[in-house]
């Protein structure tokens, strides 16, 4: 018999997978240690990855998702532990986790089950690391935030057990199924995960039976673990709030009884109602909140105005007409920003340029609008002008603000902290980021001191080593920490997580033999960082439709001079592109169902013409269309037409 058994129940995070293993591996020092991933029929190479680079651990592929309870209890049964620790596939564990963790429940024999302190990807406490029962009173001051304003109470918070401070050892009533660990002894008495829990709800039942069962809950605050949370299911999303709150129906329907049982059951059927609609709320908010935001300070600001002039006696407008005249322009002029990518989500980089020219085009369709309507409606070309200046200044406010909480993702402050990994590291970040990326970088030795041979690297000065963590941080004034997954210890990453979080730094953790770097986001990959800006994003493409057509229009304008000088051809491919039947520029690598009338990799030709095509499409900006579309015009190249299926 084996001192514990470690169980990962695994679907579709084999990034997270492959990192948890890791720390595993390393936890094992002095422990008797078998180890069992179940897999709920992942499709992202997670098996795989097990079975190559984890030979020792025991696998099990299951043909469906069977869910969290039934496949713990497939490995329960199979184990040989005489302790059995659930892990999530989404945490990293210390060094010394299961060594103490084993120490501590050999010295307390009544010992059921044991919770650690968990912390996410930020350094911020997960408060469920320890709970309480719960009961209706315990559940309705968690759902109504009362429990925020006595964080210590016993009554007030007795769902997070806010009378146990974080790094105080108790007993607690209810574990959490991230890290549970428990005395196989205690099993065998009151029965496995009840499986009526497809997922949420098993670990409060099960801690609940435990106690009920004359076992002790503790939380151990003598080691503490990476939990990132939430990677298979968001907690903001309506899939998690059903899920979770059916979790708690059925909880309710099995452990209380009567009048308990009816307000617990009526109490989170309000809550998950409540919970379904903020979650709506959110996702609007979070997805349009920039542009209701413009567009509700331009209107206002406008008719403000308005008003303020009619008061004045300098002007008189026809009210209420010209309110919703206004209100159509402005709806007018958002939407064209819209539409040409003005309003794209922070995370995608959107330039300074990309805004500006935004603008520019929702302004020319906001003056086309205003021009076509009835002499009647026209109320006052200067407010016209002034809805476009606010606008302006509004949408750069409110871009402003968003950029600045998410943090300028092409300025970067980074500390490095590894040893002979840190050339890789660097060259790593490198090539996932993009030649976009600035940023200024310093390095800690991953050890207790710096070797007088550490190899020195261009930009990257070392600065110290890994305890004076904290201290670089605030002296250098960073944006990111990024550790090295094959040098650094989990404990030291685990430790300095708190200091971190506290300090709003992004930590993340590479791992530079499989490409990986990871952080709560999951895996950034050039996949996912280096194509923000490829023509296959909408908003990117919309960008470059809204260049073809401004450069059209402007050749328009342009027309007497372009046959005076012999380019009358120009004008016919201005009204295709113009039309949408072609656009000026090819798009590099991208399949492109409309003709184009210039290539882009023109005069190129192999590998070369290979790699202009693929940097066009991959990393698209309006100027490099302008670039070639100015060349053809200067050479006075000749227009042939392009791309026809």
Known sequence: MTDLSVIIVSYNVRAFLEQCLVSVERAMEGVDVDVWVVDNRSVDGSVDMVRRRFPWVNVVANEDNVGFSVANNQAIRSCDGRHVVLLNPDTVVREDTFRNCLAYADAN???????????????????????????????????????????????????????????????????????????????????????????????????????????????????????????????????????????????????????????????????????????????????????????????????????????????????????????????????????????????????????????LGASMLTLVVYSLWPESWRFSRFMVLALLVLHAAFHGAVTFRTWKRSGNPFRIRRLLVAGNDMAAMVDLLRRNEGERVRQQSFA???????????????????????RDIEEAVQIHNLDEVVFSGRDVRNDVIVGALPALGRRHVTCRIAWTDVGDVMSSGGASREAFVAFRNGLHVPEVARTKRAFDVASALLLGVAAPWLVLTGRGSWLGAAGRVLTGRAT????????????????????????????????????????????????????RRAIISHGHH
């Open 109 to 359: 024999p009544k010992l059921g089950g044991l919770g650690v302190p968990m912390y996410d990807g930020t350094g911020r406490y997960l408060p469920e690391s320890k709970r309480g029962l719960p009961t209706p009173w315990a559940a309705l001051c968690r759902m109504s935030g009362v429990h925020r304003l006595a964080p210590r109470s016993r009554t007030l918070n007795a769902y997070y057990a806010g009378h146990v401070a974080e790094q105080e050892t108790a007993t607690v009533d209810i574990l959490s199924g991230a890290f549970m660990w428990m005395r196989k002894a205690a099993l065998d008495e009151v029965g496995l995960l009840d499986e009526q829990f497809f997922m949420y709800g098993e670990d409060i039942d099960l801690s609940w039976r435990l106690v009920a069962g004359g076992w002790e809950n503790h939380y151990f605050a003598g080691t503490s673990i990476i939990h990132y949370k939430g990677e298979s299911t968001k907690k903001g999303s309506l899939n998690y709030v059903m899920v979770f709150y059916r979790a708690m129906l059925l909880f309710a329907a099995k452990h209380f009884e009567g009048g308990q049982a009816r307000a617990f059951s009526a109490m989170i059927r309000g809550a998950i109602y409540g919970r379904a609609a903020l979650a709506i709320a959110r996702r609007l908010a979070s997805r349009w909140g920039d542009l209701m935001r413009a567009a509700a300070l331009t209107a206002l600001a406008v008719l403000g105005i308005m008003a303020v002039l009619q008061a004045a006696g300098s002007k008189s407008y026809v009210w209420p007409d010209v309110a919703w005249q206004v209100l159509a322009l402005v709806a007018t002029q958002i939407t064209g920003a819209w539409a040409l990518g003005g309003y794209r989500e922070a995370r995608h980089g959107r330039t300074l340029s990309g805004h500006v020219l935004a603008w």
């Open 444 to 466: 800690l030795w991953a050890g207790d001191r710096l070797p007088e041979d550490a190899e020195g690297m261009q930009g990257v000065p070392w600065v110290g080593v890994e």
């Open 584 to 635: 000026w520029v090819s798009p590099g690598a991208m399949r492109w169902e409309v003709p184009f009338v210039w290539d882009v990799t023109y005069g190129l030709t192999g590998r070369g013409a290979e790699r202009k095509a693929f940097t066009h499409a991959q990393d698209y900006h309006w100027r490099k269309d302008l670039a070639v579309v100015a060349d053809a015009l200067i050479s």
